[in-house]
């Protein structure tokens, strides 16, 4: 269950973006400002609003610490605050001066990119504040990024619709259409997909644009192995384009907002949407999860911002608890094999079984070559213990199978009958 636990009205225009730390929310807005608040009690400190842009603020994030907070704005800046006195430590200003749509820091904070309006992509020494490296997309204004959780890589969208990826060193690694009507938001998964292989790790990605849909990858790259991209499914449960999309921090959930006004919270492995909120009066601009705990941030043009609170229990334990398997592992969907990895604490290789489209049938005939060769699981007491998981559905199969009556069972295979029929000619 989720539920709105505070509703925040101190922006006097539309609100751009929120950010959440350990301890803090950050949000910015058409106002030129931006408000810090507590996470305990959601009252604003007092050195908030921090004012210096001179034009609308477009985007905030905070450093790993939380210590920094990251803003940019039309006004062709990007400020770091110390978001502990409020403070402003660097002025970055683009090169091109350029308004700035959007910005990110790495995970390990000793970078920070920034993305403007002419298709410039920044990357800033966050510690020198010096720039670093610079460079270009083809066509259109960057208006999403995102690093990927190791921070070997960063992606970024353009209103065009491209989809970008860089390495650390901004070398451009890959281009292409990802959305026809244009990009507008990005984010990683912090869980890696298991099954990589040699060492390869796989990170889940979605976008978002104005073509209404959300579109999942999976995605990898280091310096050695090279690059590779994955496109695997597409969630439509918006009417109108998506402005938003964010994954929870155990990465089991992805929330989105949309022109409809909604909010929409999809379960990461099945893709299920487990929550539609519709508090909201106005387009939803941006959401955002909490680093460590399950709390939500909701931003709109109405102005406010929502903060919502899910229960402990994960969606995958509520989908076992609510949606057990069907009896038969042969007949189990990719998702009730989802379910039944989720039960016996297997959760990190749904990624790698989904993408591989296993089935109950295909799961009883897993073998250890397969396990190792064909899905990649490189440890070995993984592969032992999912082998040992599926001998015991083998077995419970057999038992089964004991108790069911011998007209029920075809005589010749010997399986279930599930659709039988009566002879025309039968007397």
Not at 281 to 308: E, H, Q
Request: aromatic residues 8%; charged residues 20%.
């Amino acid at each position: 269950m989720v539920k709105l636990i505070h509703t925040l009205a101190d922006h006097d225009d539309d609100v751009n973006c929120c950010a959440l730390s350990s301890s803090l929310l950050a949000t910015c807005s058409l106002d030129k400002t931006i408000r810090l608040y507590s996470l305990s009690d959601f009252s604003e400190l007092p050195h908030s609003p921090l004012k210096f842009h001179t034009y609308a603020v477009h985007c905030c994030c905070f450093s790993a610490s939380g210590h920094i907070l990251a803003s940019c704005s039309t006004d062709g800046t990007t400020v770091l605050w110390d978001t502990q006195n409020g403070q402003t430590l660097a002025v970055l200003e683009q090169p091109s001066g350029s308004p700035v749509r959007v910005c990110r820091f790495s995970p390990d904070s000793t970078c920070l990119v920034s993305g403007a309006a002419d298709g410039t992509v920044v990357l800033w020494n966050a510690q020198s504040y010096k720039l670093y490296r610079c460079a270009s997309v083809k066509d259109g204004s960057l208006v999403a990024c995102a690093f990927s959780p190791n921070g070997n890589f960063f992606v970024t969208g353009s209103s065009c619709g491209d989809l970008t990826v860089w390495d650390d060193k901004m070398r451009c690694l890959h281009s292409e259409k990802a959305h026809d009507l244009g990009m507008t938001c990005c984010d990683f998964s912090s869980q890696p997909v298991s099954g990589g292989e040699q060492g390869l790790q796989f990170f889940r990605l979605a976008s978002c644009g104005q073509d209404c849909q959300i579109k999942i990858w999976v995605i990898s790259f280091t310096h050695t192995l090279g690059f590779e991209l994955k496109y695997k499914s597409i969630l439509s449960g918006h009417c109108a384009p998506v402005l938003t999309c964010a994954f929870s921090h155990d990465g089991q959930m992805l929330v989105s907002g949309s022109v409809d006004k909604s909010v929409i919270v999809y379960d990461t492995n099945t893709e299920d949407i487990l929550h539609t909120l519709t508090q909201h009066t106005r387009y939803v601009t941006t959401c955002a999860f909490a680093p460590n705990i399950l709390l939500l941030a909701t931003g709109s043009m109405d102005k406010t911002v929502n903060i919502w609170q899910f229960d402990l229990e994960t969606p995958c334990q509520a989908r076992i608890a609510e949606d057990q398997p069907k009896q038969f592992t042969e007949d189990w969907s990719e998702d009730d094999v989802s379910n039944w990895l989720c039960a016996q604490d297997l959760k990190d290789l749904v990624g790698i079984f989904k993408m591989n489209n296993i089935d109950g049938r295909e799961l009883l005939n897993l073998t250890k070559e397969s396990l190792a060769d064909d899905l990649k699981i490189e440890s070995l007491g993984l592969r032992s213990k999912v082998l040992r998981k599926i001998e015991e559905l083998r077995t419970k199969m057999k038992t089964l199978s004991s108790e069911i009556p011998d007209e029920f069972i075809c005589p010749i295979t010997r399986e279930l009958m599930k659709d039988p029929v009566i002879a025309s000619d039968l007397r």
